[in-house]
């Protein structure tokens, strides 16, 4: 059974830090983009960051561009979102997604496997 399983959101004031982990499990996920996403109450998930199989490309979204950091680490079948200078605006149901394509351009009813979510909640 494939499983993404996230964590480390939280409640943190702005301006702050936290780090987020996706850790996989149940297949092997070689050749996998795996990224991460987001849904604000009322609003559509959206992409956050996405980081290619070897590391090599990384692409984010422009909201979070120099205050995020995607990263991976194969051995471990985990992949992070380090997140810096946080905002009230941040604030969302963060989840990890993987899939065989260009995650960042996936229709996301097509992507092949989504994490539950952590939630993260940014204080004025």
């Known amino acids: 059974q494939v499983q993404l399983v996230e964590s480390g959101g939280g409640l943190v004031q702005a301006g702050g830090s936290l780090r987020l982990s996706c850790a996989a499990s149940?297949?092997?996920?070689?050749?996998?983009?795996m990224g991460w996403f987001r849904q604000a109450p009322g609003k559509e998930r959206e992409f956050v960051a996405t980081i290619s199989w070897s590391g090599g490309r990384r692409y984010y979204a422009d909201s979070v561009k120099g205050r995020f950091t995607v990263s991976r680490d194969n051995a471990k079948n985990t992949v992070y979102l380090q997140m810096n200078s946080l905002k009230p605006e941040d604030t969302a149901v963060y989840y990890c997604?993987?899939?065989?394509?260009?995650?960042?351009?996936?229709?996301?009813?097509?992507?092949?496997?989504w994490g539950q979510g952590t939630q993260v909640t940014v204080s004025s």
């Open positions: 149940g297949r092997t996920f070689s050749g996998y983009t």
């Open positions: 997604a993987a899939d065989l394509g260009l995650l960042h351009l996936k229709d996301l009813k097509s992507v092949d496997y």
